[in-house]
Nanobody, 116 residues
Framework: QVQLVESGGGLVQAGGSLRLSCAASGTIFSFAAMVGWYRQAPGRQRDLVAVITLGGSTNYADSVKGRFTVSRDNAKNAVHLQMNSLKSEDTAVYYC?????????WGQGTQVTVSS
């Protein structure tokens, strides 16, 4: 059974930085076509933040372009999200995501709270 476990969330002041990490059981990230991060704020749907393909192509939400960077370490079965210049509107639960052979996998989520 594939498990994704996030870490690195917390409380930070506006303008600060956080680095989220996601560790996967097994070797899912070595073969996953796409991995990355989604987020869900209270009362809103879950939205894409940033994803990266096996080939290294990335896709970012417009709201985080230039501030967030997604990366993957296939050898360590990990994906990271470096978040800089955080804003209050970045406050949400952040979910790790992986797509492997057409199946989607999700982590349990980690809370990121940005105080203004």
């Amino acid at each position: 059974q594939v498990q994704l476990v996030e870490s690195g969330g917390g409380l930070v002041q506006a303008g600060g930085s956080l680095r989220l990490s996601c560790a996967a059981s097994g070797t899912i990230f070595s073969f996953a076509a796409m991995v990355g991060w989604y987020r869900q704020a209270p009362g809103r749907q879950r939205d894409l933040v940033a994803v990266i393909t096996l080939g290294g192509s990335t896709n970012y939400a417009d709201s985080v372009k230039g501030r967030f960077t997604v990366s993957r370490d296939n050898a360590k079965n990990a994906v990271h999200l470096q978040m800089n210049s955080l804003k209050s509107e970045d406050t949400a639960v952040y979910y790790c995501y992986g797509c492997l052979f057409g199946l989607e996998y999700w982590g349990q989520g980690t809370q990121v709270t940005v105080s203004s």
